[in-house]
């Protein structure tokens, strides 16, 4: 069974940057498509940013586009998510996922995740 754990999170004021990091227990992490997903309080998890095997391909939600930047170190069978000029409505937990391809996690994007389980995040929180 794969585990992720999420870290880097912390409080920051409006404006400011943080860096999530997310490390892998997996063989080949290389060949796996990563995400990265976020709860805000009282609501439903959303996806934020996918990053293909290849690291061809990103996708982002639209409410993130020019401000997260989502990569990967495969040598380090981590993924990444720089996070800059944060916004209060970023506040929220965020996890990561990992998947076979890359088209999960643009229906994730498209219809909302469907995960049964998530791991413990790490809390971002975005002060004004």
């Known amino acids: 069974q794969v585990q992720l754990v999420e870290s880097g999170g912390g409080l920051v004021q409006a404006g400011g940057s943080l860096k999530l990091s997310c490390a892998a227990s997996v063989r080949t992490f290389s060949s796996y498509a990563l995400g990265w997903f976020r709860q805000a309080p009282g609501k439903e998890h959303e996806f934020v940013a996918a990053?293909?095997?290849?690291?061809?391909?990103?996708y982002y939600t639209n409410s993130v586009k020019g401000r997260f930047t989502i990569s990967r170190d495969d040598a380090k069978n981590t993924v990444y998510l720089q996070m800059n000029s944060l916004k209060p409505e970023d506040t929220a937990v965020y996890y990561c996922k990992i998947e076979d391809h890359f088209a999960p996690f643009l229906t994730a994007a498209a219809r909302g995740p469907t995960y049964d389980s998530w791991g413990q995040g790490t809390q971002v929180i975005v002060s004004s």
């Open positions: 990053i293909s095997s290849n690291a061809y391909s990103t």
